[in-house]
C-alpha cells in the first residue's frame, strides 16, 4: 500500500481565501484522524471519523473549519475563510480499528501558509 | 486539565551512547502509551507500544518503560547512531481512538 496520502503538500494562500485539504487514507482502515501542528501548540486532534462517520470534532477550532469523509477512501478538511493564524503542518492519519489499541499511520502532511 | 511533558530542550548526545527521554503526564491515568519519531518534514512514525500493565518493553535498540505510579515512561536507545537523530514524540491514551500527543523532544546524535 502507498500509505496515507495527502494532497497538496504545499499550499500558499492569502487570507480570506478557501482552502481545501485531501486526504486518502489505508485501504481497509476505518478510522481517519484529522490533525494540525504549530511550533506553539504542537500536535493536536482536529476530528476524526470512524468508517465515515465523524465521532468527535471537539479540536475543530472553530466554524471556519469543516471536514468531511463522503467515502471509506477520501476525507477533505476545508477552512473558509482562512486566516493566517491557521498557518501550519495539517496531517491526516488512520488506523483499523479492529483492535482495543492501535497505532496510528500519518501521512506526509500539508504545509498550509495563510499570507 | 490533562497535561503531557516531554523535555522541550534538544537532548544532545554522542554516537554509541544510550539516549534517555522523559515523558511525564498528569491528571489522567492512560490504560497505554505510545511512542512516534518525527523526521523534519514528514509525519510520525509508530515505534512502540507499552501498556499500564507491562512495565517494560523492547524492539531492536529501543525499550520504552511505563511507570504508572510515577506517571512517566522513559524511552532509550542504545548504541544511538547519527540515523536516530529525529523528534520523538509521547501519546499517553486512555483507549479512546483519539491521541494526545506531548510536544515532543528532538534528539540529536553527534558522530
Known amino acids: 500500500d502507498a500509505g496515507v496520502i495527502q494532497s497538496p503538500r504545499h499550499e500558499v494562500t492569502e487570507m480570506g481565501q478557501e482552502v481545501t485539504l485531501r486526504c486518502k487514507p489505508i485501504s481497509g482502515h476505518d478510522y481517519l484522524f484529522w490533525y494540525r501542528q504549530t511550533m506553539m501548540r504542537g500536535l493536536e486532534l482536529l476530528i476524526y471519523f470512524n468508517n465515515n462517520v465523524p465521532i468527535d470534532d471537539s479540536g475543530m477550532p472553530e466554524d471556519r473549519f469543516s471536514a468531511k469523509m463522503p467515502n471509506a477512501s477520501f476525507s477533505t478538511l476545508k477552512i473558509q475563510p482562512s486566516e493566517p493564524r491557521d498557518s501550519a503542518v495539517y496531517f491526516c492519519?488512520?488506523?483499523?480499528?479492529?483492535?482495543?489499541?492501535?497505532?496510528?499511520?500519518f501521512g506526509p502532511g500539508t504545509r498550509l501558509l495563510v499570507l | 486539565s490533562q497535561k503531557i511533558e516531554q523535555n522541550s530542550e534538544a537532548l544532545n548526545i554522542q554516537e554509541g551512547k544510550t539516549a534517555t527521554l522523559t515523558c511525564n503526564y498528569t491528571n489522567y491515568s492512560p490504560a497505554y502509551l505510545q511512542w512516534y519519531r518525527q523526521d523534519p518534514g514528514r509525519g510520525p512514525v509508530f515505534l512502540l507500544l507499552?501498556?499500564?500493565?507491562?512495565k517494560e518493553k523492547r524492539k531492536e535498540r529501543l525499550k520504552v518503560t511505563f511507570d504508572t505510579t510515577l506517571k512517566q515512561s522513559l524511552f532509550h536507545i542504545t548504541a544511538s547512531q547519527p540515523a536516530d537523530s529525529a523528534t520523538y514524540l509521547c501519546?499517553?491514551?486512555?483507549?479512546?481512538?483519539?491521541?494526545?500527543f506531548g510536544s515532543g523532544t528532538r534528539l540529536q546524535v553527534q558522530p
Open positions: 492519519a488512520s488506523s483499523e480499528g479492529d483492535k482495543d489499541v492501535e497505532t496510528q499511520y
Open positions: 507499552i501498556r499500564e500493565n507491562e
Open positions: 501519546a499517553p491514551s486512555t483507549g479512546r481512538r483519539a491521541l494526545t
